[in-house]
Every structure is written in C-alpha cells, then in structure tokens.
C-alpha cells in the first residue's frame, strides 16, 4: 500500500514542467523494471494518461510510455482499456514533434506496437508504426536498439498477418536491402525470409544478383540467397568465383546449397581455400566413395592447421567421416598428441571416438607427458592441459599408474 501511495504521487508529479530535473530516463527504466503491476498499479497509471499534454516533460512522457509498456508485458493486454486509453495516449506521442526526431521514443512506440501485435489487438495507427518500423530497418544500428525493435515489429505483424497485403512491404525491404550493402545485424534479410513466398521472379533475380557485390558477410543474407536459389532454380551466379566481393559470404552460401541437398556444389566447396574442416565434413556426402576416400586422407594431413581444424569440426569428422582405419587413427593421434598442449579436447574426442584405440596408447601418453613435464618448460597452458590429459586417461588405464607417473615428475612443479 505504501509503494502503492508513492507510485500515484510520482504519475501526478509526472505533470510538474520540471519534472525532468529530478528523474533521468535511466531512472525511468530502472522503476519500470522492478514494479509488479497489478489491477490497482495498471488503472492508476491508465488514469493519468489523461493529464498529459504537450507541456509536459519529455521525461515525464518517457516514464509514461516505459510504464505502458512494462504493463502490457506482465499484466497482458485488456482490449477496452488499450482502446479506450493507451492507444490515443500512444497516437498523441507519436503526433508529438519532440519525438519525431529522436530514436529513444520512437523505439518506445515500436516496442508498445509489437506487444500489441503480439496480443492481436487492433489500434489506429498501425500505418504510422509501419512507417516507422521501415525507417527504424534502414537506420543500420543508429539509436539505441531502434533497428532490432523495428524488425521485431515488422515481423510480429508478418507473423500476425495484420499487415493485410505483405508482400507490399517486400518494394521497401528490397530498397533497403540495396541500401545497407551488408551489415553485421541484417534485419532486411530477415524479414524478407517471412516473405520469399510472395516474391516474384524479378525481384527473386534481383536479391540474387546482389549477391556478388556484397562486401560484408550477413548470415541470414546468405540464407535468403540461398533459399531464393533454390526455389528458382537459379544458381547461375554460384560458379563465377572471380565476380564475388567476398569470398566467405560465396562459401556460405554453397555450404547452405549442399546443407539443402543441392549435392552437385559440394566439389566447389572443397576447391574454397578458405574451406575448413566443417565445410568439408558437410561436403563429404555427396562425394563419391572413392572422392570422398581421396580428401579424407587428405583432411587428416591436415588435421594440425589450426586454422582448418577446430575442436567441434573434428568431432563432427570422426562422426561423419568414418569408419577409420587403423593406420588413419595413429596418424591422428601422433597429430593430435602435437595439438593437446593448445587444447586437450582434440585428443580427448580421438580418444572416446575408438575406446580399444585408447587402451592400447595410455601408457605411451602417459610416458610421453611425463617426459614433457620433467623437462623443466615454464608454460603454464601446457602444464595445465598436460594435467587435464592424464586426468582423462586414466580412465582408459588398465592398471592405476597414471599417478605414479604423475607424483615422481610432475608433483613439485604445481
């Protein structure tokens, strides 16, 4: 009750002209976080909606509307009152100049407008929020989150259908597509995902065609040609290696081609030098057996690249990849035991991938760190992952020696 008394002084304080000297936006947020609302908390603040008016601070309408929005998160949305009060509360703000040109309120307005759409409920001035929400996935990351809660919204109304015609969006995505040339967090990209159904061959040639301009590699870019390639049949563009700005991008969308079961890309795959381990493993399917016997001898070779072999693409390869001979487990093993000082889990998966394989080798790594550990190195990574091997294969030991080994050489130098 008496929290209660200190929120309603605080929403009829909200109407002081100098309210914004004793509150700061981030105390709006952090207030709208902690409170509960219950039916009492929801009405008084639905109440004072009324006394705001232009001459109030922008603070003031700030809290306003980081209130609604907490609201509407944890006590659901009751249709009568959104119509009757916070909808023409949110359709003022948006009308307000002060908040024509600044991001923090206007991704206030999308965040109520996704809420909103999520709960399907109808409100007035859903073409304004639209027209935001396009301007907010043009923005490319300027003011506070206003891109990321403007492609939320316009893929809650996609989701929703409340846009009745949606592939009327698809002239102004496409344009800001254009525009972006590839940023790290590429909203366009994926809300045209939503619409690739409605697209038409113009438009799908389009997307594609930009493709090899790129400069910056997007993932859900490259999912978005990706999946337009194959629903027209169009993968003119994926051979032509030399028109491409960016190889990676080009290697990320042969690797979704062959992830689809476009298995004929799977050769250009292995032919990418920037191709590493986890390309390859995708590839290996659709290779032919004898192909596919030829580059996995040639994958172990390279199993010490650091730079083509990474912990979680060796254990997709021992997965994908075999059954291995005998001969192919101790080339690994004589790489991986090289690699243990870096990263223990490399040797650790050889292991566990062949259990009568690493009966017969503990001894011989046991032997084998022991004499590294004697021989006086000061490298602390190495000594550490030494520990974390010989911990690890004892479980393979047949008879209880690995501590032996461990007392006599290794226990003065911890």
């Given at each position: ?7 309603k002084e605080l ?7 100098f309210?914004g ?14 409170i ?10 639905v ?6 008016t ?15 929005i ?16 916070v ?7 948006i ?26 409920v109808?409100y007035?001035w ?22 990321k ?38 909203c ?78 799977a ?7 920037e ?22 001898k ?25 059954p ?11 790489i991986?035991?090289e ?47 030494a520990?974390?091997?010989l ?24």
């Open positions: 009750d008496l929290f209660f008394e200190h929120f929403l009829n304080a909200s109407t002081d002209p309210f000297h004793f509150i700061s936006k981030a105390d709006a947020r952090r207030l709208s976080a902690c509960e609302f219950d039916g009492r908390m929801t009405d008084v603040l109440d004072s909606l009324d006394k705001i232009s001459d109030n601070h922008p603070t003031a309408v700030f809290l306003k509307m980081q209130l609604i907490a609201a509407l998160q944890r006590n659901g949305v009751i249709v009568d009152l959104v119509s009757a009060k909808s023409p509360f949110i359709e003022n703000f009308k307000a100049h002060r908040c024509g040109v600044c991001f923090i309120y206007l991704t206030q307005v999308l965040e109520a407008a996704t809420i909103l759409e999520v709960y399907d109808k007035s859903k073409h304004e929020a639209i027209n935001l929400g396009l301007r907010a996935i043009r923005s490319n990351g300027s003011g506070e989150m206003f891109d809660v403007g492609m939320q919204f316009l893929a809650a109304s996609i989701d929703n259908r409340s846009i009745n015609e949606a592939h009327l969006l698809l002239p102004s995505l496409v344009e800001a597509l254009v525009a972006n040339n590839g940023y790290f967090y590429d366009v990209s994926s809300l045209l995902l939503k619409l690739t159904k409605k697209m038409s061959p113009e438009v799908i040639r389009q997307i594609i065609w930009l493709a090899p301009e790129r400069d910056i590699l997007s993932m859900d870019f490259c999912k978005l040609v990706s999946n337009l390639m194959v629903q027209s049949n169009d993968f003119s563009l994926i051979s032509k290696a030399k028109k491409w700005n960016n190889m990676k991008l080009r290697l990320t969308i042969l690797k979704l081609l062959v992830e689809s079961n476009v298995g004929q890309f050769p250009l795959i292995l032919e990418d030098p191709a590493h381990l986890g390309y390859c493993v995708i590839a290996y399917p659709h290779l032919s057996e004898e192909v596919a016997q030829t580059y996995k040639e994958w172990i070779e390279r199993l010490g690249d650091r730079r083509f072999c990474f912990p979680t693409d060796f254990n997709l390869f021992l997965v994908k990849c075999g291995f001979t005998i001969a192919e487990f101790e080339k690994m093993f004589d991986m035991m690699r243990y000082t870096v990263s223990p889990r490399f040797l650790e998966s050889l292991l566990d991938s062949c259990p009568s394989f690493a009966i017969t080798k503990v001894s011989g790594i046991i032997e084998r760190i022991t004499e590294l550990l004697s021989s006086g190195r000061e490298d602390w990574t190495m000594i550490d992952a520990f974390e091997i911990e690890y294969v004892n479980k393979y030991a047949v008879v209880d020696c690995l501590w032996l080994g461990m007392h006599r050489n290794v226990h003065s130098k911890k």
